[in-house]
């Protein structure tokens, strides 16, 4: 059964940093694609980074420059590292698997992110 499981989200004051992980497991890892997602107050959930089996895929414009995508495949886990955050980068970020540009599994519980001004 797959599993993934978001951590490192926190309060954070506009400008700082943080590094979320997701942990994957019931899948062969790095057979996959995986992204990271976020859903903001009264917003759709929205696509902001991805990467391939072998390096980073895309980013979402609104990001570009300030997120950064990794993988650490022996770990089955995926990285976001957020700088310069923004108090609209405030959301709840899921990961998941990216297959034909759609999520391939069911949503973990995500994790919050919110960026004070």
């Known amino acids: 059964q797959v599993r993934l499981v978001e951590s490192g989200g926190d309060l954070v004051q506009a400008g700082g940093s943080l590094r979320l992980s997701c942990v994957a497991t019931?899948?062969?890892?790095?057979?996959?694609?995986f992204a990271w997602f976020r859903q903001g107050p009264g917003k759709q959930r929205e696509l902001v980074a991805s990467?391939?089996?072998?390096?980073?895929?895309t980013y979402a414009d609104s990001v570009k420059g300030r997120f950064t995508i990794s993988r650490e495949n022996a770990k089955n886990t995926v990285y976001l590292q957020l700088n310069s955050l923004k108090p609209e980068d405030t959301a709840v970020y899921y990961c998941?698997?990216?297959?034909?540009?759609?999520?391939?599994?069911?949503w973990g519980q995500g994790t919050q992110v919110t960026v004070s001004s």
């Open positions: 998941n698997s990216l297959l034909l540009g759609r999520p391939g599994f069911s």
């Open positions: 990467i391939g089996r072998i390096g980073p895929l």
């Open positions: 019931g899948i062969t890892f790095n057979t996959y694609a």
